[in-house]
């Protein structure tokens, strides 16, 4: 066993010996339990949790989450959310623009491109030297010199006096010779039934070659580009999210509520209108529990537009929340919504870390409505210590197919035995003490009339 592990060790068992609620727990007192797969020779291990475990948790917090030893002894944990927002900073690129190799041609005419000593584009020249005889194709950006990973192009333009829907195509180089298509997005600037919609964005692709361009003007819409500003991640990346889409219910007239099946950490989020031709101005809310009330979470206009044989639908939400229960609530509708809309969630995994200083195999159990947290004071200094080793001292661990513990019994409050009731019967008791007394001086009574006679 490495340093890392004794010091693991070490730090467990301390905790361990402090903490005598945690001793009291087992297996049994959960739901369901997940056998853990762990590499040898660490004394630590991290986990991605998994839509399972959501589903079988009960608490918001994921209270009633435990890993045990084969021995049913619970191992210190601590969970981590990545942070949802990514410091991110905007850039402007300089337009390089690139011209048509003859009128109308779809393709741009072979220039010359003039590099500083870092590769960065510093001039750009074609065949052609009147530039009243040309005719724009495009624009050349240059990704040279960006701190971080590019995530959105966006364009600012001069408002057009009438409405625009194109499609553009972002393509890529490294050597200005050579080049591929990266992504294909639609930009708007339309007014429709009293209702502005503008889409001036691109998603861009991971991995971008270092040299963009795009033809503009598009599809003839006359559009003039002012500048184009990229979206720069200064930090690393999160981890890719992943989906989930749960079935609709219908709570009302123009309302349907959603189940997600447990406290998936959302951080993302997109609603689906049925059909092409639907505007609808709505509102989105969320509760963790039935037992509670709803809370705004997003107010706005969705569509799904085909404009010029172009589909048009509204963008990604971002938002930050682990509520399990959703309500959509259309406040005002232009075109028939038939059908529920689709309501697609993006959510990021906890992180689980713990230490594995018992006997294998270790097992994650998950479900039980009688498990509280772990002391607080206690997980702080947990994270304290762990949060000092350094990535190579942990494991990657892995979950194995769910096994039922307790079941049902484990997610069921259990039924509070009733007092007995020492003062109802005692009051039966001398009630049914005052008859008898009564009865037995009434027969007396008629005794001694009897012998009186």
Not at 144 to 164: D, I, R
Not at 201 to 229: H, I, M, T
Request: aromatic residues 8%; proline residues 8%.
């Amino acid at each position: 066993m490495t340093l890392l592990a004794r010091l693991v060790f070490v730090l467990a068992f301390l905790w361990g010996g402090l903490t005598v609620a945690e001793s009291r727990i087992s297996p049994q007192d959960f739901a369901v339990g997940f056998p853990l797969q762990l590499p040898a020779g660490y004394g630590a291990y991290t986990l991605d949790l998994n839509e399972e475990v959501y589903r079988a948790v009960v608490s918001p917090q994921l209270a009633d989450l435990r890993v045990f030893d084969d021995a049913g002894a619970v191992q210190p944990h601590v969970l981590d959310l990545p942070s949802p927002a990514q410091n991110l900073g905007e850039v402007e690129l300089p337009l390089f623009t690139l011209y048509c190799s003859r009128p109308g041609s779809s393709l741009p005419e072979e220039v010359q491109v003039e590099t500083g000593p870092t590769g960065t584009v510093v001039r750009v020249t074609g065949q052609q030297t009147d530039r009243r005889q040309r005719e724009v194709w495009g624009y050349l950006l240059d990704l040279g010199g960006l701190e971080g990973q590019p995530k959105q192009l966006y364009f600012n333009w001069t408002p057009p006096e009438e409405g625009f829907v194109s499609r553009i195509v972002i393509e890529g180089s490294n050597d200005l010779a050579s080049w591929r298509p990266l992504q294909t997005a639609v930009l708007a600037d339309l007014n429709t039934e009293g209702q502005r919609i503008s889409r001036n964005s691109v998603e861009l692709p991971a991995n971008l070659p270092r040299y963009l361009r795009f033809a503009w003007p598009l599809d003839g819409s006359g559009v003039e580009l002012q500048k184009a500003v990229i979206l720069v991640a200064k930090e690393g990346a999160p981890a890719p999210l992943r989906w989930l889409e749960p079935e609709p219910q219908e709570a009302a007239e123009l309302s349907w509520t959603y189940d997600a099946g447990g406290p998936f950490p959302v951080r993302r989020l997109q609603i689906v209108l049925p059909q092409a031709g639907n505007l609808a101005r709505v509102r989105l809310e969320s509760r963790a529990s039935v037992e509670y009330g709803w809370h705004p979470r997003y107010q706005g206009l969705l569509y799904n537009l085909q404009i010029d044989g172009k589909p048009l639908r509204n963008e990604e939400v971002t938002l930050v929340s682990s509520d399990r229960y959703w309500r959509l609530v259309v406040e005002e509708a232009w075109g028939q919504i038939a059908a529920a809309p689709r309501l697609r969630l993006g959510w990021q995994p906890h992180r689980l870390r713990f230490s594995a200083s018992g006997k294998p195999p270790y097992l994650l159990a998950a479900g039980s409505i009688r498990v509280l947290g772990v002391d607080v004071d206690l997980e702080s200094g947990f994270r304290n210590l762990i949060d000092a080793l350094p990535e190579s001292a942990f494991g990657k661990a892995s979950l194995g197919p769910p096994i039922t513990l307790a079941g049902e019994a484990a997610l069921v409050k259990p039924v509070p035995k009733r007092p007995l009731p020492w003062r109802s019967w005692l009051l039966w008791g001398v009630l049914i003490l005052g008859v008898l007394v009564v009865a037995g001086m009434v027969r007396s009574l008629l005794g001694e009339m009897k012998t009186g006679g």
